[in-house]
């Protein structure tokens, strides 16, 4: 999730509201225009009207004849000469509001601001603080959440922010043990990421041999059974790393044979119970760099052990794909100002490339 629609939104709906407001208080093109159609619409009703007064007077008088070829002399009844005459002036005056609104002049930013103003405002509201799609780009999240999953994120879960700039205006909660959260990637806050937060500001988070703890009590932690459907198995490897691009056959080898070496296990933590995925004995916390950093036993168990403690107004965050996942053990904690929305709903699913979304993946993100 490396692009931020909002950077293209926020601009131009600001750069149509000042074109609206300058319009609406100083220019007023759009007024006129609206003035002259609305003219020009009355001006043809008329027209209308007058025309089929003229052909009922014709026809009271027993006279034959086009209305626009009608010849009016003196032996003309009345009736027929004013009808004749309310139709010519009709005319007139539709020609005129014709000539007027093809020549009232709207510029081209008017007519969009007040075209396509009304619904950029609802989407930028909307996108900034109450929900936002994600797109999942890799496997970091399996079993929770697959590549090419489409979620809901809950914007309000974690205090409602401007957009671009992310500074907080209204404070309505903040992250639960559990729950999975998107933030902007602290070493490249224009990327967004999703994990799922494990220790809290003040927290001690220690891990041994599989099992989590927090300030010193375990998480709950069951081995379980779990079967990955094999679609989402062959789709476990990226598409692409660097500048390698990987075809189907080899994604599809690579994930079969790394399900092979898997094993899942439940955890409850907070009011979440969610499933976690190990391959084999790989203990990969033994590369996290930050891990080796702050928690050294990291390398001398060689991944089994460490422990850390959270910074106040920071957060720990783990991919439920633990081996397969680049997270706070590699880079770090998430500043609290860093944090978006609290992912709720998985709403499709659907394969890069012309394939038709699925929706047999949709349900609520525990």
Known sequence: MEFDINLVLVPVTLVLLVVWLVDKF?????????????????????????????????????????????????????????????????????????????????????????????????????????????????????????????????????????????????????????????????????????????????????????VLSINGEAVTTEQTSYSMAEPLVNKLLPAQIGSHVFSDEERARFGQEEENYARYYQETLGSHRYNVRYIGDLNSSAGGQFLQDNSPDVITTEGKQWTVRVPEGQYFVLGDNRDSSQDSRYWGFVPEGNLSGKATYIWMHKEPGFKLPSFGRAGAID
């Open 26 to 210: 100083a220019l007023k093109q759009h007024r006129v225009v609206k003035a002259a159609n609305k003219n020009l619409l009355t001006a043809q009703q008329q027209l209308k009207s007058s025309q089929n007064n003229l052909q009922t007077a014709l026809k009271q008088h027993q006279l034959n004849g086009d209305v626009d070829s009608l010849v009016i002399t003196d032996a003309t009844p009345q009736g027929v000469k004013d009808a004749h005459q309310a139709y010519q002036i009709a005319k007139r005056d539709a020609t005129i509001a014709k000539v007027n609104q093809e020549t009232t002049g709207e510029n081209v930013l008017v007519r969009w601001a007040y075209e396509f103003l009304p619904i950029l405002l609802i989407i930028v509201l909307v996108r900034s603080f109450v929900i936002e799609p994600f797109n999942i780009p890799s496997s970091s999240m399996v079993p929770t959440l697959y590549t090419g999953d489409f979620i809901v994120v809950n914007k309000a879960s974690y205090g409602l922010r401007l957009p671009i700039t992310h500074t907080k205006i209204v404070d309505t909660g903040s992250p639960e043990r559990g729950d999975v959260a998107v933030f902007r990637y602290p070493l490249e806050p224009k990327r967004y990421y999703i994990k799922r937060v494990i220790g809290l500001p003040g927290d001690t988070v220690s891990y041994n041999d599989g």
